[in-house]
C-alpha cells in the first residue's frame, strides 16, 4: 500500500475529483479528514469509517482552515498530506464581477489554500509532509465568464510555487496540478443546464477531448496518488499539466491528420 500509515486532508472531498482522491488514498492506507460544505456529501464513507473523519465547513470563514488542520490532528495524531481541492467555480465576466463576488472567490480559491498551508506547517515540517494544489488551466488565461476563478487559479499556482520554494529547506514538498476538463457530476450538470443535452458526455467536443472519452476524477486521483506518495520524494515546485493536448501553442489538428 502507497500510503499505509499515513494522514491527509483533503479539502472538497464530499464529492467530484476529491471524492476520488479521498477513497484512493484510503484504499491505499491511509487516514483522512474529509472536508465539504454542509449537504455536500455525495458518497456512502461507512466503508471507511476507521479511516475518515468528516468535518464540515465554509472556506470563506477564516477559523475554517485551522479547524480543520486541528481536527486531522486531534483524530489521527499527525499530519502527511494536504490536498487544496475545494473551490468556488461560481460564473462571473468583467462586466458583472462585483467586489463582493471577487473577495470571495479569492477568499475560497486562494486565502484559503493559503491559510491550510500556514496552519499544517508545523504538523507536515514533523512528518517531511507534502502539499498538493488542485489549480486549473483557466488559470494561464481563463474563459471570458470565468474571470474571476480564473485569477484566483494563477494567484494559487504562484503561492504554490512560493511555497515550494520556501518550504524546501523544512523538507517540506509542494506540487500543483493543472486541470483541464474533468467529468465531475457537477460539471456534468452545468452542461446539461448549458443546453448541451444529456448525453453530452458520451459524445464530447473531438478539439476538447482528441480521445473522445473525457478525463474521470478517477485519472486525476491516481496522478494525485503519485504526487502524495513517497514514490515522488523528493520531486516539488512543479506544476503538473494534466489534460488530453498540448496546454501552450496549440492548433488543434482534423481527425485523421499525421
Not at 72 to 87: H, I, M, P
Not at 116 to 139: D, M, R, V, Y
Not at 202 to 214: E, H, Q, R, W, Y
Amino acid at each position: 500500500m502507497k500510503m499505509k500509515d499515513m494522514t491527509c486532508l483533503v479539502t472538497g472531498s464530499t464529492s467530484g475529483i476529491g471524492e476520488a482522491i479521498a477513497r484512493l488514498f484510503m484504499s491505499e492506507g491511509a487516514s483522512v479528514l474529509l472536508h465539504g460544505l454542509a449537504g455536500s456529501l455525495t458518497w456512502d464513507t461507512a466503508t471507511y469509517a476507521a479511516q475518515s473523519h468528516l468535518v464540515y465547513g465554509d472556506l470563506s470563514d477564516t477559523d475554517t482552515p485551522r479547524r480543520l488542520v486541528e481536527a486531522a490532528l486531534e483524530r489521527f495524531g499527525k499530519l502527511d498530506v494536504l490536498v487544496n481541492n475545494a473551490a468556488n467555480i461560481d460564473r462571473a465576466n468583467a462586466a458583472n464581477t462585483t467586489a463582493a463576488v471577487f473577495d470571495r472567490m479569492m477568499a475560497v480559491n486562494v486565502r484559503a489554500p493559503f491559510l491550510l498551508c500556514k496552519e499544517a506547517f508545523p504538523a507536515l515540517k514533523q512528518t517531511g509532509g507534502c502539499i498538493l494544489n488542485i489549480g486549473s488551466i483557466n488559470g494561464y488565461c481563463g474563459e471570458a465568464d470565468l474571470l474571476p476563478y480564473s485569477v484566483s487559479k494563477g494567484a494559487l499556482q504562484t503561492l504554490s510555487r512560493n511555497l515550494a520554494d520556501a518550504w524546501g529547506p523544512h523538507r517540506i514538498r509542494v506540487n500543483h496540478f493543472v486541470l483541464g476538463w474533468v467529468l465531475t457530476r457537477n460539471e456534468y450538470e452545468r452542461k446539461v443546464l448549458d443546453g448541451m443535452g444529456t448525453n453530452w458526455h458520451l459524445n464530447p467536443p473531438a478539439d476538447s477531448v482528441p480521445f473522445g472519452t473525457m478525463t474521470t476524477p478517477e485519472t486525476i486521483a491516481a496522478a494525485a496518488l503519485y504526487w502524495c506518495s513517497r514514490d515522488s520524494w523528493p520531486l516539488s515546485g512543479n506544476i503538473i499539466e494534466l489534460e488530453q493536448f498540448p496546454l501552450s501553442g496549440r492548433n488543434p489538428p482534423k481527425r485523421g491528420s499525421q
